[in-house]
Nanobody, 124 residues
Framework: QVQLVESGEGLVQAGDSLRLSCAAS????????MGWFRQAPGKEREFVAS????????LYTDSVKGRFTISRDNAKNTMYLQMNSLKPEDTAAYYC?????????????????WGQGTQVTVSS
């Protein structure tokens, strides 16, 4: 079992930056690839970014490339999502997730464990 807790929620203006954190506890954090997903009201949960267990492989959805950076610190059992140049369309609940295995993935169904989510609201 892996327990995941997101933090860093906020209400910001367009163009601002925000950093989300995902703290993991339970089984060895470095054994899992990790991901960030988001869900806006009335929409399905969608992939944002993913990172392999060692951090060498990183995947992003096209809409956040160049603006968001995913990273992890295995010594601290923590994953991060640095979000720059935020846009109103980035408004959503953001969820971190963990998947068994070393490779990053865009597929929601590949993930075994999920956090409770943290809200990001970007005003125009």
């Amino acid at each position: 079992q892996v327990q995941l807790v997101e933090s860093g929620e906020g209400l910001v203006q367009a163009g601002d930056s925000l950093r989300l954190s995902c703290a993991a506890s339970g089984r060895t954090f470095s054994s899992y690839a990790m991901g960030w997903f988001r869900q806006a009201p009335g929409k399905e949960r969608e992939f944002v970014a993913s990172i392999s267990w060692g951090g060498a492989q990183r995947l992003y959805t096209d809409s956040v490339k160049g603006r968001f950076t995913i990273s992890r610190d295995n010594a601290k059992n923590t994953m991060y999502l640095q979000m720059n140049s935020l846009k109103p369309e980035d408004t959503a609940a953001y969820y971190c997730a963990a998947k068994s295995g070393s490779y990053a993935s865009r597929e929601l169904k590949a993930y075994d464990y999920w956090g409770q989510g943290t809200q990001v609201t970007v005003s125009s």
